[in-house]
């Protein structure tokens, strides 16, 4: 009887296992069936850019140097094929990235609030400015792409960007401060005297635009990107009225990716 008993146990034990192994099976199948047609590609490179306002405003006279700083990027994107051929597809991505650059430009009548004391005084100001604007971001992008060729694929669409850190700060140097509007009272920077301005806290926190790139598989997984991302809204808020032109972030990207 015990004998019995231990056959049967066995054999239930081993039924369940096959039934569990069919189930995972199915499962596999399943998966691999909702995944046909997919690719998945990593990828990290460098922007390229700066928070430009479109056209060059009166304002700005003279831009004196410019440098777009190291703005990393990393990113993952998935493609889904929507033919045999895989000629047509369309791509959801996210990537963590940095924005970001310095300026140094001849200005008049300038919208400006300096800091000066302690206090801050608002005017126009026409002399020097030094700036710096830096913004690490979140990205959401949604593409369409056609692949023109074996080892080429053109991509184009939308973005959006949520970004949780943000500066754009400076100095002007070199020049004076009307208080209030162009005829005010003037107050004088000359010399090494200048004064610190920060408008950080007056760009907005969710930006949107559009890209389009190529990439060009190298080899059999790596892939080289090149990217221009062209954003469509102010990175100041709307509320913001001390700088009185738009500023749009205007990047290319250049990097390297693994295609799985």
């Not at 990235?97 to 801050?120: H, L, R, S, W």
Request: charged letters at 15%.
């Amino acid at each position: 009887m015990n004998v019995k008993r231990y056959i049967i146990g066995v054999l239930a034990m081993a039924f369940g296992f096959v039934g569990a192994t069919a189930q995972v099976d199915r499962s596999l199948a399943v998966i691999k069936a909702m995944l046909h047609g997919f690719e998945y590609e990593v990828y990290a490179g460098t922007n390229i850019g700066g928070a430009s306002p479109l056209p060059l405003p009166a304002e700005i006279r003279e831009i004196n140097s410019y440098s777009p700083e190291l703005n990393l990027q990393i990113g993952a994107t998935v493609t889904k094929w929507m033919d045999v051929q895989k000629k047509w597809g369309l791509s959801l991505g996210v990537r963590l990235e940095t924005k970001g650059m310095e300026t140094k430009a001849a200005v008049k009548n300038y919208g400006m609030a300096i800091i000066q004391d302690g206090a801050t005084v608002s005017g126009r100001w026409t002399g020097m400015v030094q700036t710096r604007y830096h913004s690490q971001q979140l990205v959401f992008p949604l593409t369409a792409v056609f692949k023109a060729h074996k080892r080429l694929k053109v991509h184009a669409g939308p973005y959006v960007a949520f970004a949780f850190s943000n500066d754009f700060d400076g100095y002007v140097y070199d020049g004076y401060l009307r208080e209030g509007d162009p005829t005010g009272p003037k107050i004088s920077f000359e010399g090494d005297s200048r004064a610190n301005y920060d408008f950080g806290d007056n760009l907005r926190h969710f930006q949107w635009g559009m890209q389009g790139g190529v990439t060009w598989t190298a080899y059999k997984h790596l892939l080289v990107n090149a990217n221009l991302a062209w954003g469509c809204n102010d990175i100041f808020e709307s509320s913001f009225k001390t700088v009185t032109f738009n500023l749009y972030p205007i990047y290319l990207n250049v990097g390297f990716g693994y295609l799985f």
